[in-house]
């Protein structure tokens, strides 16, 4: 039976994949730091295999790199918004999204892959995001290093697949966390978190490197491909981006 880890696995984009990976025959590895909350999803997924940690901090990070060395698929999704612009977040949050963002990420994904290169199957994806395309403030920066990285080291790092998850936006408690005003998106720009993940595992199974989820999110990344990178940049900042 392969084993899949999730990180960030108690709601969300996690949740799904959680679900849809128990029902394809996975083991399951749930990481995240709500210890209550996980012992719920796994008890929906058939009494996953828990890990109570903070990718934050070095302890969780160290855990996170133990049970990636043990998967057969990793889906680094654990990450958060922030509660307001650039300066209007303390410096150590911005820290901590980068380490989570980005440190945890590139650790798990080094952890995982001698493993997987030498039993010669596995693969990692890497939760980022639409706002990896456009300039939105160290969000967005921090996913576009992970589609960066993804790309990079799916180069270097032949017979494993290594595929970057670009979504837009997904009905999931994301936003209320971050306390992000919502309600001027247009209904056909939001995705469920279900769909996402089927698309995204159809895609790792084609080897895609970079996967985004729906028509019309493919179609905006590939009109602000062709939109001058500053214009692109202040529109990206003012959309969906009012803080309760």
């Given at each position: ?16 994949f ?46 996170g790199e ?56 596995g ?23 992970v ?27 994301f936003?209320d ?13 939001w ?54």
């Amino acid at each position: 039976m392969p084993t899949a880890l999730i990180t960030g696995a108690t709601a969300g984009i996690g949740a799904a994949f959680a679900r849809r990976l128990a029902a394809d025959g996975f083991h399951l590895i749930l990481l995240a730091r709500d210890a209550e909350r996980l012992a719920r999803t796994s008890e929906e997924c058939g009494d996953a295999e828990v890990v109570v940690a903070d990718l934050a901090t070095d302890e969780g990070l160290a855990k996170g790199e133990d049970a990636a060395r043990r998967a057969d698929l990793v889906v680094n999704n654990a990450g958060f918004g922030h509660k307001g612009r650039f300066l209007e977040v303390p410096l150590e949050d911005e820290l901590t999204m980068l380490r989570v963002h980005c440190e945890a990420v590139l650790r798990l994904t080094h952890a995982a892959l001698p493993g997987m290169r030498e039993r010669g199957r596995g693969g990692v994806i890497n939760v980022a995001s639409v706002a990896a395309f456009f300039s939105r403030g160290t969000y967005g920066a921090s996913k576009a290093w992970v589609v960066g990285f993804s790309q990079g080291v799916a180069a270097d790092v032949p017979g494993v697949q290594v595929m970057a998850l670009c979504p837009g936006f997904v009905h999931t408690e994301f936003h209320d966390r971050a306390r992000m005003n919502v309600s001027g998106i247009p209904e056909p720009f939001w995705l469920d978190a279900d769909r996402v993940v089927a698309d995204a595992l159809r895609d790792f199974r084609r080897g895609v490197t970079v996967s985004v989820p729906g028509t019309q999110y493919k179609t905006l990344v590939g009109l602000g491909k062709l939109i001058p990178r500053n214009l692109a940049g202040r529109l990206s900042s003012r959309t969906g981006r009012r803080y309760d």
